[in-house]
C-alpha cells in the first residue's frame, strides 16, 4: 500500500514535468528562422493607422485615419496596396468621415526592400502632404515585417536585443530625413492568435530625429515608438500587429509668421482579412 501511494503520488508531478519540458522544447527554445516562402498562397491585411494632433498643453487641434489592404505571398516576391483612404476630422468625438480614395496606391505593386527608400519608388505619386500618409503605410508594413522576420535567428527568449544595423542617418525618398538613436527587439512569449500559435515580439525606438522638407510645410522633431507582432510558428506569417508612436514637432508652413508646435500621437493596427 506504501509504494501504491507513492506511486500515485509522484507520477502526476512526474507527467507534468514531463509535459512542460515538451512544451519548452518545442516552442520556447528558438522562433523559426527566415520569412514565409511567396508560394503564390497570399494573404490580405487591413491596416489602420490614426494620427490625433494637439499642443504642447494637450488642446486637441484635429486628426486623421488612412486605412489600406496590403497583399503580399506572391510567387515573384511583390507586395500590393489596394482601397487606400484617407479621413480627416476637426472634432475629437466624430466619427471619421468616409474619406478620399488614393487612386495612385490602388494596385501599387513594388518588390519590398530598402529600395522603397528612394525617391524613383513614388515618382508616380502626386505631390502633396497627403501622399506621405500613403507612403507611411509601405514604410510601416516594410518595418512590421523586417522585425518580425529579419532577426529572428537571433532572438532569445525575454532577452533584449539591439539592433546594431539600424544606427545613424537615412533619407526617406524626397520627404527628409530619418535617425534612429536604437532600437530594441524583445521575444516576450508565445500566444494565440487567429486559431494560430504564435510568437510574440516586442519592440521600442526612442529618441528618433525626423527632419521633413516638403513644398508647403516644413518640420522637425523628435519621434518615439513601439509596438508589437504575433508571428504564427508554423507558417511564419504575422497574424497581427499593433504599433504606437508619438511625435513632437516644430512646423512651419510658408505664408505663415509664426512656427507651430504640434504632439502627434499615432496608434496603428495590422489585421488579417484572409
Known sequence: MF?????????????????????LNKYLKALPAGSPANDGNVQKYRMTAIYLNRDLYGR?????????????????????????????SNSFSDPFPEGKRQEYMENFRYMPSMKMLETDAFKNFPAGTETVLARNLIWDMGMIEEFAWNYSDSLKLN?????????????MADVGTYEHASIHLNWTGISLMNNEICGVIEYRAVDNKIVMEMEQIST????????TTWVSLNTQRIEFAELYGGTIQEIEIKGMPNKILMKTIRELRVERIK
Open 159 to 171: 532577452k533584449d536585443y539591439l539592433l546594431s544595423d539600424h544606427e545613424g542617418e537615412f533619407v
Open 3 to 23: 509504494t501504491i501511494l507513492i506511486s500515485g503520488f509522484v507520477s502526476p508531478e512526474t507527467g507534468y514535468g514531463q509535459k512542460q519540458k515538451n512544451v
Open 60 to 88: 486637441f487641434s484635429g486628426k486623421t485615419k488612412i486605412t489600406g489592404d496590403y497583399t503580399c505571398g506572391y510567387k515573384d516576391g511583390t507586395a500590393t496596396w489596394n482601397n487606400v483612404f484617407i479621413s480627416g
Open 220 to 227: 522637425k522633431g523628435t519621434e518615439q515608438y513601439w509596438g
